[in-house]
């Protein structure tokens, strides 16, 4: 009887898990096992690959550099090209939680309910652009005879071109804020949980405002911030709109790279071999993350 | 719409050529550069034709090519440039289509009814030509010599205030143009020469982009930039001072084509849109809409004024040896131009 029981409990939490386990096979796993496959495969003449003859020419080339002799050297031009999505992705996460983090926060402190719902609500307007579009809008506002230019020399705060679009600083703004609400949102919604008398009793035993918030606020909201942060750093790694339309495309991104395979360069296997290399390293950062602070919040910090 | 008087005739014309042949679905799926066909051009079609319209863009040659080689089904017409005609013929990608005996092929111009990718036009019919060469703003430029030293060894004052495309086939073959070197070359040695060329005009240029172009000559963003004849055009229309050169040492030709896919779903009605674009009245709405010049003969009356009487598009004769068409390169030298590309560009 326990035993028939347990069987179909079994049974029906199979049937309920497939559909699921259907959409990650389907869309995740084995689009990743077609890259994976396609990059040790031989690439085609005019792009594409040939099926069936492998290489692992791909890989190498990610690393080192075949002279006309055919011996190779090490070549960092492409670890050159990861570093600094890598950097970039680093400095708008600090970008982004230093404005996101006071951000949740004032929201989360609202007591009007219907003011904080409007507040977050206003978060998500940005989504409701194009991306590509909304950067096409900072363009217009950072460039020489742009709304800034033009208003600043107007007060007479400038008398050159501000000349800020183009530079690492116009990519900075454009990613952090196409990034912001992905910062703000998982933060907001950890802080919100948040029992406020737990920071009233950390008044009560002497705590100042900024002891509360070290102590108390930050560890509790910090599932959030680490949401937050991964939400930003990830989708971040592969944007390249921003730093093509902002930055001027005097540099690469991983994604304008990867992307060149699959156009002009015709290297596909190289393509989905840059692709696979990012993965890998994601994960694996991913992984060190989670190992080092799944014992944070338990560990009495 | 003056070109009214002409859409019985047309309609019966094309009735007349493939009524007894339509026996498929009354669709057609195009797959066309991004801002390269008029809108109101597709709609004149569908009504003289009943045939139901679908367009798709695209930013590069490339992407269309990488698109249909990873199995994209379902376009009837795809727009490649020359050199990818032959990609596409080679890769077995392009559907047998005797361009040649459609009615409307009488009006294809010389040397366009024969070009080196498809000699006898079995596989391709013209759509727009053009070439890459430099625009600049005369009012904020002293007047520049036609050679592209303006655009790599910039004068003083136009340094940081010029735009590049974003493309390495354009920038690569402009500098091995302007060094004398063959696009096409497989020496690591003359490639390098390139590189040494670009990487010392990076630090004159604003920015490399393709898109955008005509919007930041207008705007005053840039004073020179690296472009397209049919875009200098549309950027003069909005801004009178920009004008259009042709580097002494040679600029891309390129020509644009109409070709079936091998899988397309309707290649009858494929074939109808070939021959109706053809016809010299539907080719000039065209050429006023992109800037970009046709090539069939009779569209020269319906034409904007401004197009006829602005030298980047109506192209006077003494340049005509400065053209140079467009090649498809060697494995080899695709590798060390993407070489060139990633190293000045880490």
């Known amino acids: 009887m326990l035993a028939a029981l347990r069987r179909s409990q079994l049974a029906q939490r199979t049937a309920l898990l497939a559909p699921s386990l259907a959409i990650i096979g389907g869309f995740m796993v084995l689009p990743l096992i077609l890259m994976a496959y396609v990059s040790i495969l031989e690439k085609g003449t005019h792009g594409g690959v040939e099926w069936g003859t492998y290489s692992a020419e791909a890989y190498i080339k990610f690393l080192f550099e075949r002279d006309l002799m055919g011996s190779l050297s090490v070549n960092a031009d492409y670890l050159q090209i990861f570093l600094r999505s890598f950097v970039l992705s680093g400095v708008t996460v600090l970008l982004a939680l230093a404005i996101g983090f006071p951000t949740a926060l004032y929201i989360a402190l609202q007591d009007d309910r219907w003011y904080r719902n409007l507040l977050v609500f206003m978060v998500t307007i940005p989504f409701w652009t194009n991306l590509l579009v909304r950067n096409y809008a900072w363009i217009i506002l950072l460039r020489n005879n742009g709304l800034i230019d033009n208003a600043a020399a107007w007060l007479g705060l400038t008398q050159e071109p501000i000349d800020v679009l183009y530079t690492p600083f116009a990519i900075g703004v454009g990613l952090t804020y196409s990034f912001l609400p992905f910062m703000v949102l998982p933060i907001y919604a950890s802080l919100e949980k948040l029992d406020l008398r737990l920071v009233e009793a950390a008044f009560d035993l002497g705590a100042d405002r900024r002891r509360a918030l070290a102590r108390i606020v930050v560890p509790l909201a910090l599932p959030g911030i680490i949401a937050g942060c991964i939400l930003v750093f990830v989708p971040c790694l592969g944007a390249y709109v921003t730093p093509e339309l902002l930055g001027g495309s005097k540099s690469l991104m991983i994604g304008n790279l990867i992307q060149n395979q699959f156009g002009a360069a015709r290297n596909w296997p190289f393509g989905a071999a840059l692709g696979f290399a990012l993965l890998a390293i994601v994960l694996l950062a991913m992984m060190a993350y989670a190992l080092r602070f799944r014992r944070a919040p338990g560990g009495g910090t | ?346």
């Open chain 2, 1 to 346: 719409m003056r070109f009214k008087g002409g859409v019985l005739a047309a309609l019966a014309a094309t009735a007349m050529t493939f009524g007894t042949s339509a026996v498929q679905a009354k669709e057609l799926f195009l797959y066309n550069w991004a801002n390269y066909f008029p809108p109101d051009l597709i709609e004149k079609f569908e009504s003289e034709t009943g045939i139901d319209v679908t367009l798709d863009v695209y930013d590069s040659n490339e992407t269309m090519l990488a698109k249909l080689q990873a199995g994209a089904a379902g376009y009837d017409i795809v727009f490649p440039s020359g050199y990818m005609v032959d990609v596409m013929r080679e890769e077995d990608l392009a559907m047998k289509i005797d361009t040649a005996e459609l009615p409307n092929f009488k009006n294809v111009q010389s040397p366009h009814d024969s070009p080196s990718y498809d000699p006898s036009r079995e596989y391709s019919a013209p759509y727009m030509w053009g070439t890459t060469g430099l625009a600049y703003d005369t009012a904020k430029a002293p007047e520049l010599d036609e050679t592209w030293e303006e655009y790599f060894k910039p004068r003083d004052e136009l340094k940081g205030k010029i735009a590049a495309l974003n493309d390495q086939v354009e920038m690569y073959n402009a500098a091995a143009r302007y060094l004398g070197i063959d696009v096409c070359t497989e020496d690591p040695a003359q490639a390098q020469k390139i590189l040494d060329l670009l990487m010392a005009q990076k630090p004159h240029l604003a920015l490399y982009s393709s898109t955008g172009t005509i919007d930041r000559m207008v705007a005053g963003e840039v004073v020179m930039h690296h472009m397209w004849n049919g875009a200098a055009h549309r950027a003069k229309e909005q801004r009178e001072s920009i004008t259009y050169i042709y580097p002494k040492e040679g600029l891309a030709f390129w020509s644009d084509n109409m070709v079936v896919p091998k899988d397309a779903p309707n290649p009858e009605n494929a074939k109808t849109f070939i021959n109706w674009m053809m016809d010299p009245q539907n080719a000039a709405v065209a050429t006023n809409y992109t800037g970009y010049m046709n090539a069939i003969a009779g569209s020269g009356e319906y034409l904007d004024e401004s197009l006829k009487s602005d030298p980047a598009v109506n192209m006077p004769k003494e340049y005509a040896d400065r053209l140079r068409p467009s090649k498809e390169c060697s494995t080899a030298a695709r590798e060390l131009r993407d070489k060139v590309w990633t190293t000045l560009k880490k």
